[in-house]
């Protein structure tokens, strides 16, 4: 399909909004279809055809030409406009690539008929351009290098702004302490990496420790807990590819565990950890439950997490450490049919 198509034909030339008035004055019983067509001057065919309503697609005064159609509606176009503004602004934005990806997930999670590429999993370039020819409100920029702890932590404004929005949530919501979860995760080593300070004989030129000869593997740890002071059995993942027995033991009653190659966090591991903490969280609507946790992907662009959180909303709320915001925000990624 070209990306810049020109018109070699008249069809569809009319004016919709006199195409309107003369669908209401035949409806209204004002004129036949003869006489609204040339008063008007509207196509007679076309009037009889909008009146009757028998075409699929083009209805009351919608002009829509030749057979490709896009894949989403105005509205969910939408909400994926906004959801790309939306991690934007929290320093999460999306590219060319990321977008591709989603549009692919979205279409597949709701069953919406399309033309994208099932081995690479990911919309075409074709779309991409029609999406932002759409959208002009929507640009490819190069971002500005902005450090983690800038966006997230030390800068007033967004500071402010988090405890603002967590500030009326809480009024709102009267979460008790022990309600109020905070989840992340963190890496532990199997070699310390730095050793402990030991006493030995002043004036020795040399100290020693005995280490391991090993370099070490990172795990990953994902740590949750409330205000209260309660723990969530955490989870940790390996870096290996297959589970063995004896890395369970002395582990914390309840821990649960996973295995990766990289020893990272990943979209289904986190999705995982959710239900686990929903099986220990057990929010419901009496006693709800409020959960914090960072901009990270496997958070903020898993549909699997998202849709098992709308499944208990409102028994749920969701917030980033940025700017806080609920999960009913993310309903764009889970169409109802």
């Known amino acids: 399909m070209p990306f810049k198509y020109k018109r070699t034909s008249n069809q569809q030339s009319w004016n919709a909004v006199s195409m309107k008035k003369a669908i209401e004055s035949v409806k209204n019983k004002k004129m036949c279809y003869n006489e ?24 009351g005064n919608k002009k829509i030409l030749g057979r490709f159609r896009s894949v989403f509606t105005n509205d969910q176009e939408q909400e994926i406009v906004n959801y790309l503004i ?3 602004k929290r320093f999460y934005g999306l590219t060319i690539n990321n977008i591709q990806t989603l549009a692919f997930e979205l279409a597949e999670k709701n069953n919406i008929s399309h033309n994208f590429s099932v081995t690479k999993k990911m919309a075409g370039k074709d779309w991409v351009k029609g999406f932002r020819k759409r959208h002009p409100e929507i640009t490819l920029r190069s971002p500005e290098a902005t450090s983690s702890a800038r966006a997230q932590a030390f800068n007033r404004p967004n500071v402010m702004k988090f405890f603002t929005i967590l500030q009326n949530v809480q009024q709102k919501n009267r979460f008790l302490p022990h309600r109020v979860f905070n989840v992340d995760e963190t890496g532990l080593t199997t070699v310390q990496s730095k050793c402990s300070k030991i006493l030995a004989l002043k004036g020795r030129r040399q100290v020693g420790s005995l280490t391991s000869a090993e370099r070490g593997v ?10 209260g002071g309660n723990f969530i059995p955490p989870m940790i993942i390996f870096p290996r590819v297959r589970m063995k027995a004896e890395l369970k033991d002395g582990a914390p009653p309840g821990t649960i565990f996973h295995c990766h190659p990289s020893g990272w966090m990943q979209l289904d591991i986190f999705t995982e950890w959710f239900q686990h903490f ?5 929010p419901t609507a009496e006693d709800p439950v409020l959960l914090i946790l960072d901009g990270h992907m496997t958070h903020t662009r898993n549909l699997q997490f998202i849709d098992l959180a709308r499944k208990i909303i409102p028994l749920l709320y969701a917030y980033h450490h940025i700017v806080a915001t609920s999960c009913s925000h993310w309903t764009f990624l889970l169409w109802d049919h």
């Open 278 to 282: 929903i099986n220990h969280a057990k």
């Open 36 to 59: 609204a067509a040339k008063y008007f001057n509207v196509p007679r065919t076309t009037l009889i055809r909008r009146v009757r309503d028998v075409n699929i697609d083009a209805t």
């Open 86 to 88: 939306d991690m934007e």
């Open 218 to 227: 990172l795990s990953t740890i994902v740590v949750c807990m409330s205000a």
